[in-house]
């Protein structure tokens, strides 16, 4: 898995729920890297079902990419990326809108190209 911008990564697909695999090829992080990530950054809550096996919601995978952006990208150590994202929630809240929004405009677009085909 090579280090992206997050601006290259894929959309998201509309799904309700992603298992951990899943949240790793969209994110582009390794499995255990999500787990450790889980550990360090209380924002990331997956649901647990039976076997104990991780669910992600939208919103989790949507953290998970502020997270990569934000230690990857940006430069932060994990204390740095916690007390981030713990800190300004109005910037947080802005951030992951315009994530939204550019997820949607990508979904729009495939969409789009989907049905010129």
């Known amino acids: 898995m090579d280090q992206e911008p997050t601006a290259e990564l894929p959309p998201i697909p ?3 729920y992603f298992k951990i695999g899943e949240v790793s090829e969209l994110c582009d992080v390794k499995p255990h890297v999500l787990r450790y990530w889980e550990q360090e950054f209380p924002q990331i809550n997956p649901v647990r079902r039976t076997g104990n096996r991780r669910y992600y ?3 989790d995978v949507i953290v998970v990419r502020q997270i990569r952006s934000l230690l990857y990208d940006q430069g932060y150590t994990i ?3 916690r007390q981030r994202l713990a800190g300004d929630d109005a910037r947080q809240d802005q951030t992951q809108f315009r994530l939204l929004v550019k997820q949607m405009i990508a979904e729009m677009e495939s969409l789009l190209q989907l049905l010129k085909s």
Do not use: D, F, L, T
């Open 57 to 59: 919601q939208r919103q």
């Open 14 to 16: 509309g799904k309700r």
């Open 79 to 81: 204390n740095g990326a």
